[in-house]
Each structure stands twice: as C-alpha cells, then as structure tokens.
C-alpha cells in the first residue's frame, strides 16, 4: 500500500493497485463509528460512441443509467437486499455523465457488507425478461425527472447550448430511448467497461486498512482478471455558437424562473488544469452574482429577482457559464443580466476573501465520510487521479490570473430559457 497525504488537513489515504487492474482507495478516520463504501466505474452518460477491436458502437442515450439499474438490481437478490437490511445498511447507485457509482452506507460489520456490495457488481444476469421489465420503472423516474422543474431547465439549457454534444441527452436518456435498449446491448456495455482496470474500490470510515485490504484482494482471487485495452470514445467536435438560443417552458407557476448560460471557448483561458479553472470563475461568479454581491443587492432592492444564483461547466472544449433566477419579471431580469454580466468584476480584497472561504470549505469536506468518499470518485473518474495538493492549488491561485480571465469572458454566445404560465 502506498500512503498519501491530503496536504494541510493531514489526512491519510492508502492506495493500490490490485494485480487484476482495480484500484483501492482506504481512508481509514476514527471521526466517525460509520462506513461508506463504493466500487465504481470510469463509465458514464458522456460516452455515446466508442471504437474497440476496429468496431465502432453507437451507445443508446439512457444506457449507463439502465446499467446502474440492472446492477444495483436488489429486488433481483432478496438474500442479499434481506442481508443488507439486517444489518441496517443502506444499497444505493448513481450514474453521472463521467461514470457509475454503486455504494453502501452503514455501521454494523463493514466486512460482511464489503463483499454483499462486491457480490452486487460481479454477479450479474441481465436478461430480456428484467431488462423489460425495468422499462417502466425507468420510464417513471423519466417522467418525475421532468416534473423537477429546477432540474429540468438546467439540462434543457445545457442540451440548446449544444449541437452535437453527449450534452443533449439526459443521464437517463427519454423513453423512446430506453424502448431501444436491450440485454445485448447491455451486456456488451459491461463486458467493455466493466472490466478490472476500469473499476475502483473506494472505502471510507472506521476500519482496519490492512484487514480491508486482504478481505478485497481474497474476495478478488475469484474475480476473473480481465484486463484490456479499453474502448476509446468517439466524440463529434462542437460549433461555437448555440444550437437554441431562446426557449419558453409552459408551467404554471407563481413567479417566473429564468436560466441564462454562455458558452465560452475554454482556450480563451490558457489554463490547462479543469479544477483550476472552475476555481477562479466559481470565486469570480460567487463574487457578483452570490446572495452577499452587490448585483443581488440590487436587484432585490428593485424587486427584480426573490432569488438569483450562478454555477460553471465544463463540457469539452467549453466552459459553460449559468446566471439563474427566480423573478416576478422574466423580461426584466433577461435584459438586466445580458447588460450586467459585461461589467463583470472583482477587486484583490475580495478575491483572497473568497479564496479563503473555497479553502475552509475544503478542510470542512473531511468532516463528513461520504463527502471524501464522492470527493475521491468524483476526481478519479473526471480525472483519473486524486489530487493530494488541491489546497495548495487554491492557496496558490493569483489576483493576477482572475482579472486575465475576466478579460477573456466572452458573452456573445448564449442561450436562455424561462418558463411562462
């Protein structure tokens, strides 16, 4: 095992790389009585075509997140959802657009819980019948998806800002997708990217690393090594400007809510790291678009907006820059903000006060196990690696950096949407 070491909060990680290619991440912390363990894929809703063995395969929008669903089948193992309700643990999964996440949350015999979660990822049978069967299910949470009114407009923003990227598609894709999808298709999608060096074991909590450790690696004696070449992802390279540029969503609803996004070339930045990168425009967003700026201030004063947020993106080559609000007047928030965001700012007083709350933050992370443990999968599978120095990173950010990058914003290519009763 190799030990590291978040820098600052003085927290140890011990990691290995198993013969058979999967990756074991162990933060062992007497913070806590509880455990939180995952074993996840480097597999997600982004990868929509991938060559491998000279065959190109089109992925059907919707697939991974199916995946998840005949993995995470519990209803399909009564012995095994019984076991884990025995023991007073909690079987959940999530599928994002960078990969799959299958975890347990408990406090009772962490071991026993290690293998059912183990048993759930290896032992699979996805058949036609199960697969048709999950259709409805899906189909529900597609239709409850689109009743998330918040959560809906931010993807349907996200899709127009588009015209050929894995973007326009949902992670759970829509119903005439998953209609499409089969057991074969499934099955070639696990025996592609669920193989061993495409897999991570992440375990958080009180425990012993190195009895951990051996239960993985003796659990894995009987796990067929199938390492190989993974596939490669096809992806289309995107136009600069928007496919949708407006947009209206019939809802009745007592106050107008209005999400304006813009996409911006991320080569404008010359900043090759993608973390730094949403570190500097999050604290330049947080500055003048947060509930403590004075845009905010103002716009509540003129009853412009009840509330007004703002968040980063970046999908590919582009950084996606989002100013959402709930207003009693669509029309006038859309002009204000389409002038205002061009006087975008941020003084040097004001940038090291935010740098300096973006690092408390990161110290607090560790105060909570399923933080560390997301915080771990998220950075392995967006980037293939944990970065140990991240608080040096932010420490490290400049004024200098910020006001170029504020210089390079570029607003003519945006795209907005709101919902009219």
């Not at 070491?5 to 990680?13: I, L, N, P, Q």
């Not at 935010?354 to 992370?365: N, Q, R, V, W």
């Not at 950075?379 to 170029?404: G, P, Q, R, T």
Request: charged share 30%; proline share 1%; net charge positive.
């Amino acid at each position: 095992m190799i030990k590291k070491t978040f820098e600052k909060v003085r927290e140890d990680v011990y990691y290995e790389k198993l013969e058979n290619g999967v990756e074991v991440y162990l933060y062992p912390t007497d913070k806590t009585k509880n455990f939180y363990l995952s074993i996840s894929v480097k597999y997600g809703a982004r990868i929509n075509k991938y060559k491998i063995n000279n065959k190109v395969y089109d992925i059907i929008p919707g697939s991974a997140h199916f995946l998840e669903h005949k993995v995470m089948a519990l209803s399909e193992n009564p012995e095994i959802s019984k076991r884990i309700n025995e023991l007073g643990s909690l079987a959940n999964a999530w599928t994002s657009y960078y990969g799959t996440n299958y975890n347990i949350f408990g406090s009772i015999n962490l071991r026993e819980n290690l293998k059912l979660l183990l048993d759930i990822f290896y032992n699979i049978d996805i058949n036609e019948k199960c697969v048709n069967e999950e259709k409805g299910i899906i189909g529900e949470e597609i239709d409850m998806y689109k009743d998330q009114i918040d959560s809906y407009m931010s993807n349907k923003i996200l899709s127009n800002l588009f015209h050929n990227s894995y973007i326009k598609k949902t992670v759970v894709g829509e119903r005439e997708d998953i209609e499409k999808i089969t057991a074969k298709s499934l099955n070639r999608i696990y025996k592609d990217y669920y193989g061993t060096n495409n897999t991570f074991i992440v375990v958080t909590g009180n425990f012993d690393k190195d009895i951990i450790l051996e239960d993985i690696k003796e659990y894995m004696k009987n796990v067929k090594s199938n390492k190989k070449q993974l596939p490669k992802r096809i992806k289309k390279k995107d136009k600069e400007t928007v496919c949708i540029s407006y947009e209206e969503i019939k809802k009745d609803m007592r106050n107008d809510r209005v999400k304006c996004a813009f996409k911006i070339d991320k080569k404008r930045f010359n900043i090759k790291n993608d973390n730094l990168l949403r570190y500097y425009i999050n604290i330049i967003l947080s500055n003048n678009f947060s509930a403590t700026s004075k845009l905010y201030e103002q716009y509540k004063n003129e009853e412009i907006i009840i509330n007004m947020g703002s968040n980063v993106n970046i999908i590919d080559d582009y950084v996606i820059i989002g100013v959402s609000a709930l207003t009693k007047d669509a029309n006038i928030f859309i002009n204000r903000i389409k002038e205002d965001i061009l006087n975008i700012s941020i003084d040097e007083i004001s940038f090291e006060r935010k740098k300096k709350l973006f690092l408390k933050s990161y110290i607090l992370d560790f105060d909570n196990i399923e933080d560390v443990e997301y915080n771990i999968s998220s950075s392995v599978m967006l980037e293939n690696k944990v970065d140990f120095n991240e608080y040096s990173m932010i420490k490290d950010m400049k004024y200098s950096v910020a006001k170029d990058i504020i210089n390079n914003l570029d607003f003519k290519n945006y795209s907005i949407i709101r919902t009219i009763k």
